[in-house]
């Protein structure tokens, strides 16, 4: 037994640092989310803040955008050119997206510094991505409705996971102690 977890202790490790991290982080969002009441529609603070950068990321681009609270659920609504699009939720936050990335890159974990950087700016493009993604699928549903299920549950995670996917293989590969260094 113990010449197997000193074979496969790297795998061992990594998976222990990345299921404690993922769970503390996890624990630590749904404690965040414990506050709000979703029966009385309470929408959490951050999700409200996706929703308002939404709605000025596409005011910066002229176009003609509304949001209002939802009356049967915790959500933001987005109007675009007067018609009702989409609904921002506590899921279109990407903070479980963000969760997820984070854990991987402790996980793989190399220099404190360019730990913690990489997690600072992979978190921000990951929310600029999410925010110009619900901006860009608001467009797209509103020209080509029949396409709504292709956008949001094929295309739009498809390229969120792909990106967050190649910030993995960009942080193995050049920052985390397992990076090969050449000279």
Excluded at 92 to 103: E, G, Q
Excluded at 123 to 144: D, G, K, P, T
């Amino acid at each position: 037994m113990k010449k197997y977890f000193i074979l496969y202790k790297p795998f061992l490790l990594f998976l222990g640092k990345f299921l404690l991290t993922y769970l503390l982080l996890t624990y630590i969002y749904q404690s965040y989310l414990g506050q709000f009441d979703v029966k009385k529609l309470e929408l959490d603070e951050f999700t409200k803040t996706v929703a308002q950068q939404t709605k000025a990321l596409m005011l910066f681009f002229d176009c003609d955008v509304k949001s209002s609270p939802n009356i049967k659920e915790p959500a933001v609504n987005l109007f675009y050119n007067q018609k009702h699009i989409v609904r921002v939720i506590e899921g279109c936050n990407a903070l479980s997206v963000i969760i997820l990335f984070v854990s991987f890159i402790i996980a793989f974990s190399g220099k404190l510094k360019s730990t913690v950087l990489y997690i600072i700016g992979g978190s921000i493009l990951i929310h600029i991505l999410n925010v110009s993604r619900i901006a860009l699928l608001c467009v797209l549903i509103y020209y080509y409705p029949s396409q709504q299920h292709l956008l949001h549950g094929v295309l739009f995670p498809l390229f969120i996971y792909g990106v967050v996917f190649l910030l993995w293989i960009i942080w193995v590969n050049k920052f985390s102690k397992y990076a090969t260094k050449t000279a």
